[in-house]
């Protein structure tokens, strides 16, 4: 690791924070940093205290215990919260928000008052090329698509140049298809800026898209703190082993220190997987662990299969009454229907176990 990221200090730092509402504690006891310069995302199923704990960072929601900290300096504690307004931290929230009586410009000039009218103008330009809207200054709101008007938006909050910009489900609202346009664009833009940013989805596609690190929540709890190719490859717990990807666990007993037992057959992976013989282990298979081979000695019974457009996936129940599933590219669909068998392969590299 590079000594000189090492020794920088974190740009937003959270210790043991809890958050609650009277006696119910929504975020529990939760820590992270991110570094100047980093995305970061919380990601989870709703109701998990994502949103709740971006409210705290911003200073709407009084933290019960642990501190937050911008750049050293602690914003919020128990019994005391900087107000909103002096964090230097912008948002861009779900609903986009922009004041429809006002021009594009205008709405981007609104949190930079304070400045020269020379240097409100150069801001605005330079954010408008920034986002490639140089000329919708004199436009309204309504005249934008969703898309536009979420990068005016951005924009807008861009503007003050916060040191943090915090982003609560900001592509939601939008059609799959814009959204794989405009996360790109936006992670583009806040890199250019190079403004740290904490985005709330519970997308997981999006979360890869976007984020140098995902914090995986459940319960008010962040379960990992990763990139996302240890969050996939490497789950710290079951829950993010199952929440990341499209997966089933099947039983299975280890046999040594590298191979396991399953109802699909004998495993063997690279490296050791840490449980003594005769543990009883849950196996993560990925969809894409899993082959169609005509020649495979084990089968599954069709369930339920779904179209995709390029593949076809299919729910099987194995031998052993657990399901697992299976992806088949739909020019190679042998026409199966629900109730019959499909032969199986498991191609599994790293195992990736949870004792029983």
Same mark, same amino acid.
């Given at each position: 690791?590079?000594?000189?990221?090492?020794?920088? #200090?974190?740009?937003?730092?959270?210790?043991?924070?809890?958050? &609650? @509402?009277?006696?119910?504690?929504?975020?529990?006891?939760?820590?992270? %940093?991110?570094? /100047?310069?980093?995305?970061?995302?919380?990601?989870?199923?709703?109701?998990?205290?994502?949103?709740?704990?971006?409210?705290?960072?911003? &200073?709407?929601?009084? *933290?019960?215990?642990?501190?937050?900290?911008?750049?050293? =300096?602690?914003?919020?504690?128990? %019994?005391?919260?900087?107000? #909103?307004?002096?964090?230097?931290?912008?948002?861009?929230?779900?609903?986009?928000?922009?004041? /429809?009586?006002?021009?594009?410009?205008? %709405?981007?000039?609104?949190?930079?008052?304070?400045?020269?009218? =020379?240097?409100?103008?150069?801001?605005?330009?330079?954010?408008?090329?920034?986002?490639?809207?140089?000329?919708?200054?004199?436009?309204?709101?309504?005249?934008?698509? &969703?898309?536009?008007?979420?990068? !005016?938006?951005?924009?807008?909050?861009?503007?003050?140049?916060?040191?943090?910009?915090?982003?609560?489900?900001?592509?939601?609202?939008?059609?799959?298809?814009?959204?794989?346009?405009?996360?790109?664009?936006?992670?583009?833009?806040?890199?250019?800026?190079?403004?740290?940013?904490?985005?709330?989805?519970?997308?997981?596609?999006?979360?890869?898209?976007?984020?140098?690190?995902?914090?995986?929540?459940?319960?008010?709890?962040?379960?990992?703190?990763?990139?996302?190719?240890?969050?996939?490859?490497?789950?710290?717990?079951?829950? *993010?082993?199952?929440?990341?990807?499209?997966?089933?666990?099947?039983?299975?007993?280890?046999?040594?220190?590298?191979?396991?037992?399953?109802?699909?057959?004998?495993?063997?992976?690279?490296?050791?997987?840490?449980?003594?013989?005769?543990?009883?282990?849950?196996?993560?298979?990925?969809?894409?662990?899993?082959?169609?081979?005509?020649?495979? %000695? @084990?089968?599954?019974?069709?369930?339920?299969?779904?179209?995709?457009?390029?593949?076809?996936?299919?729910?099987?129940?194995?031998?052993?009454?657990?399901? !697992?599933?299976?992806?088949?590219?739909?020019? @190679?669909?042998?026409?199966?229907?629900?109730?019959?068998?499909? =032969?199986?392969?498991?191609?599994?590299?790293?195992?990736?176990?949870?004792?029983?």
């Amino acid at each position: 690791m590079n000594l000189a990221k090492q020794l920088t #200090p974190p740009l937003l730092e959270l210790k043991n924070i809890s958050v &609650g @509402y009277g006696k119910k504690i929504i975020v529990k006891d939760v820590s992270l %940093n991110i570094a /100047p310069g980093e995305i970061g995302c919380l990601l989870g199923p709703s109701g998990c205290g994502k949103s709740t704990l971006l409210r705290a960072i911003a &200073g709407f929601e009084p *933290v019960l215990a642990g501190t937050i900290a911008l750049f050293k =300096q602690v914003i919020s504690k128990t %019994n005391n919260t900087l107000a #909103p307004e002096h964090r230097n931290i912008g948002m861009v929230f779900q609903d986009i928000s922009l004041f /429809p009586h006002l021009s594009i410009e205008d %709405n981007i000039c609104f949190g930079i008052k304070h400045l020269s009218r =020379q240097q409100r103008q150069t801001r605005v330009k330079q954010l408008l090329e920034l986002v490639e809207l140089s000329d919708s200054a004199k436009s309204y709101p309504h005249q934008l698509s &969703g898309g536009q008007q979420q990068r !005016i938006a951005l924009a807008r909050a861009l503007a003050p140049k916060p040191k943090l910009i915090l982003l609560d489900e900001p592509f939601s609202g939008l059609d799959a298809k814009l959204r794989e346009t405009l996360v790109p664009q936006v992670k583009a833009i806040l890199k250019q800026e190079k403004v740290s940013a904490l985005i709330v989805s519970h997308d997981q596609a999006e979360a890869f898209a976007i984020a140098d690190k995902i914090a995986v929540m459940h319960q008010g709890e962040i379960h990992q703190w990763d990139d996302a190719y240890n969050s996939y490859h490497h789950p710290a717990t079951k829950f *993010v082993a199952n929440f990341i990807g499209t997966s089933k666990f099947i039983p299975a007993t280890t046999v040594c220190e590298h191979c396991i037992e399953t109802s699909l057959g004998r495993i063997e992976s690279k490296e050791p997987h840490g449980f003594i013989a005769g543990t009883r282990v849950d196996l993560l298979v990925r969809i894409d662990d899993v082959t169609h081979d005509s020649s495979a %000695n @084990y089968c599954g019974t069709v369930t339920k299969k779904d179209f995709h457009g390029s593949s076809y996936t299919y729910e099987l129940i194995l031998s052993d009454g657990v399901t !697992i599933l299976c992806s088949v590219p739909a020019k @190679y669909d042998m026409k199966h229907t629900i109730g019959d068998e499909l =032969q199986l392969k498991l191609n599994i590299e790293n195992l990736v176990l949870f004792e029983r």
